[in-house]
């Protein structure tokens, strides 16, 4: 905006003789920001012009100066919305309104059209047989960017929303599973560099979109923060986990003992040369004594069908459940426990 002469701004407000025409001041956005930057009076707002109100440099002065009036906030926007021509300049004047200044009428505004835009790729991907092309197209930011090119802000906004439309109808605990399946430890999660992490991850859905986050890594610090705070939750998370695994093999093996009682003779030899095999002696030591291996099996000794069958069942379970720190979201295991008369249900699915 065009620098204003702060005595003609003091003689406005004050009420002097001007040598300049009232109206031509009131049509001036510059000079009726500057009044209202001086008075912090949201009444000189009244004064203003129809055509100053829809002036948006204006309007984003305004929102910055009275940033904590919120009534006053969203009328001045209100106004703009309903009266500016629209083009991508007033359409980025709301992303910033909604994003910068948070109005939550500024924010709906936004989400609909974010809404209508994302439809619209949603139909051109249905539209499309070839899986190439599809991959191409990826979450649509390569269109974004080609129709919005010159609009930051529109494009930031539009950057954030696809990000977080990914993960909306995603279990709650998703983002955590996701870490856990990916990396063994939290050294091994730091050292891969969160945003590092989170740029390679939306590579695998949008190629163009992982390009701009490159750049503007920014818009990706919610769910950096949200990852930080899985970090140290990491410890609790493996705690329970493991209780949950421990709880699904021992309820497996009860139902192995009651399907076949002849099981009960061997099946804790069995069970313990399972475990010792696959490294896992320390996640059942409260379960299973292992200080003696007196009573163990010999791999060469005859096994019968149950016991087979119980090796190669629980065996399996045990890989399932142990290749990564996480229980695998396709399945569901139901335990049942009985403690003091009461019977708890614990229903495993991520």
């Known amino acids: 905006m065009e620098n204003v002469d702060k005595k003609l701004v003091l003689d406005y407000v004050c009420g002097n003789e001007l040598d300049v025409n009232c109206e031509d001041l009131e049509n001036n956005p510059a000079f009726m920001l500057e009044v209202l930057r001086f008075t912090k009076d949201s009444r000189m707002y009244r004064l203003c012009s129809d055509e100053v109100k829809i002036n948006a440099d204006f309007v984003l002065g305004i929102l910055e100066i009275f940033k904590h009036d919120d009534n006053f906030s969203e009328e001045v926007f209100i106004y703009y919305f309903e009266n ?9 004047t709301i992303a910033i309104c909604a994003e910068k200044y948070h109005l939550p009428v500024a924010a709906l505004k936004m989400m609909a059209y974010f809404t209508t835009e994302q439809a619209r790729i949603n139909a ?4 499309i047989d070839d899986e190439e092309e599809k991959r191409e197209i990826g979450l649509g930011f390569a269109i974004f960017e080609d129709e919005y090119a010159g609009y930051p802000d529109i494009l930031g906004y539009f950057a954030k929303h696809l990000i977080e439309s990914h993960f909306e109808f995603k279990p709650n605990n998703y983002l955590e599973s996701l870490l856990h399946e990916r990396f063994r430890t939290q050294d091994d999660l730091i050292n891969c560099g969160i945003i590092n992490f989170l740029i390679n991850y939306m590579r695998e859905f949008d190629i163009y ?11 990706l610090n919610s769910l950096a923060k949200k ?28 139902e192995f003992l009651e399907q076949d009682i002849s099981l009960l003779v061997n099946y804790e030899d069995h069970f313990k040369q399972l475990v010792e095999e696959r490294g896992l002696v320390r996640f059942f030591e409260k379960e299973f004594d292992f200080s003696t291996k007196d009573g163990f099996i010999n791999r060469g000794d005859c096994l ?10 629980i065996g399996k ?21 009985k403690t003091g008369g009461a019977v708890l249900y614990y229903i495993f699915d991520n």
Do not use: T
Request: glycine share 2%; net charge negative; aromatic share 14%.
């Open 84 to 92: 500016a021509e629209y083009s991508l300049d007033y359409l980025n």
């Open 304 to 313: 019968n069908f149950s016991e087979i069958r119980f090796k190669r069942e």
């Open 317 to 337: 379970l045990l890989d399932e459940l142990f290749a990564k720190d996480v229980i695998q979201q396709q399945k569901d295991y139901s335990v049942v426990e």
């Open 209 to 219: 979109l992982a390009d701009y986050l490159s750049v503007h890594p920014e818009y």
């Open 124 to 127: 051109v991907q249905f539209g």
């Open 227 to 254: 990852i930080r705070r899985i970090i140290k939750n990491w410890d609790n998370y493996l705690e329970s986990l493991n209780f949950r695994r421990v709880r699904i093999v021992c309820k497996a093996i009860e």
